[in-house]
């Protein structure tokens, strides 16, 4: 039980921790679209994303997968800015499919999944005993991107509740900011 206690930590405090930018800026844009009052689709978006990256956080650790690094660091602002344009392109999640959302973030979880493994990898401290290590990183990163939703989700209840914002301009702000930046890390990350 320890040794899930001390994975989940691990997996909490990488999702929320700054290096991991990448996830964070993400979930920003996956989010972008939705009210507080849509918090069911959000949850299972989510999910959907963790089930995603479970399988591929899985298949590395257990040495059914290899994709080189180099790509994996680009494909993850990649999938940003590809979230990013859907975003203002679907103009709000009520014209969205949920469905088709649901198997962006579920597709989009298997590329981060991956780029999550390498970092679980380096952590492993025994390679032998990988199940329990895995159900409390996986665990730890669940929750931790919970925490982070609840807080874009609080953030963008202000800003369209409070401060009276549009949702479509705070769709657009957001998404925009997430795009400029996703670009920026494509363009560091450029395998070729």
């Known amino acids: 039980m320890q040794q899930v206690l001390f994975y989940l930590q691990l997996g909490f405090e990488h999702i929320c921790d700054r290096a991991a930018l990448d996830h964070l800026l993400f979930l920003v844009a996956l989010c972008a679209i939705y009210r507080l009052q849509q918090w069911k689709h959000i949850l299972v978006l989510v999910t959907a994303f963790t089930i995603g990256h479970s399988i591929t956080l899985a298949m590395v650790a257990l040495g059914g997968l290899t994709i080189p690094s180099q790509l994996i660091e680009f494909l993850i602002p990649t999938t940003i800015v590809f979230v990013a344009i859907n975003n203002v392109v679907s103009q709000s999640a009520a014209t969205m499919k949920m469905g088709r959302n649901y198997a962006m973030a579920l597709f989009f979880g298997l590329i981060h999944g991956t780029g999550f493994s390498n970092y679980f990898r380096a952590l492993l401290m025994d390679s032998s005993a990988v199940v329990m290590p895995l159900l409390g990183f996986n665990l730890g990163i669940e929750l931790g991107q ?9 953030v963008a209840f202000i800003c369209l509740n409070v401060l009276n914002v549009r949702q479509r301009d705070w769709n657009v702000f957001v998404s925009g900011a997430a795009f400029g930046v996703g670009v920026t890390m494509m363009m560091d990350t450029w395998p070729w």
């Not at 919970?146 to 609080?154: K, M, N, P, T």
């Open 146 to 154: 919970l925490f982070v939703v609840s807080v874009i989700v609080v």
